[in-house]
């Protein structure tokens, strides 16, 4: 691999991740979605415990934060709802944008092959995104929080904590994870029959085609 090979290819992820980035339009859609992909999952039914859990992204919460959803945690009885605001814009958006960045800088040897990547990549990253940002919510909800909704034991806390510090918690690994799938949706790319890999073409490193 030649230091111009790799060179434009760096400038090419840099330049597609720059211009992802600063994207501040998308921001109150991108958070109504999630907003409702949250709901979809915990549903309308209230826990066994009686807390109903509920994900907002209003318009006037949206036109001061346009990357933010909101949990509410309502318990039962008169004590007020808990408020857990969520930036989906650094924990979601910006490793999103990573990947999307790093597929479109890589050479492949047809558009074909870069829109089988994004697809297959984006089924992949974005439920496991979902996934990992849970993991601090469900430590927050079976005991850590102020309410209770689930009972959680103390080996299972420490395990979400310690698997959110390692694969969420910016600026470090936050990255790491589409960074990884990536590479490893290339190499599979190379055992289905392409000579793309970075293990067996550094002209994989070109920049885009």
């Not at 814009?89 to 960045?101: D, E, G, K, M, S």
């Not at 949706?185 to 190379?190: H, V």
Request: with cysteine.
């Amino acid at each position: 691999m030649t230091r111009q090979r790799l060179l434009g290819f760096l400038c090419a992820f840099a330049g597609v991740f720059a211009g992802f980035a600063l994207m501040h339009g998308p921001g109150p859609y991108y958070s109504k979605v999630h907003a409702a992909l949250g709901n979809a999952i915990v549903g309308q039914s209230a826990l066994a415990s009686g807390v109903t859990l509920h994900f907002e992204a209003s318009d006037a919460e949206l036109a001061k934060e346009p990357w933010r959803v909101t949990l509410h945690v309502d318990p039962p009885g008169p004590r007020p709802a808990v408020l857990v605001p969520i930036d989906v814009r650094t924990l979601l958006y910006l490793p999103t944008a990573a990947f999307l960045a790093l597929a479109v800088a890589v050479r492949l040897r047809s558009p074909r092959e870069h829109l089988q990547l994004i697809a297959i990549g984006l089924l992949i990253l974005e439920p496991l995104l979902v996934l990992l940002v849970s993991l601090p919510l469900l430590s927050f909800l079976g005991g850590t929080g102020p309410i209770q909704a689930f009972m959680l034991n103390r080996p299972t806390h420490v395990l979400l904590q310690i698997l959110y510090r390692a694969l969420v918690v910016p600026p470090g690994m936050a990255y790491a994870v589409p960074l990884f799938l990536w590479w490893l949706l290339l190499m599979a790319m190379n055992r289905n029959g392409t000579q793309n890999s970075p293990a067996r073409n550094t002209s994989l490193l070109d920049g885009p085609v």
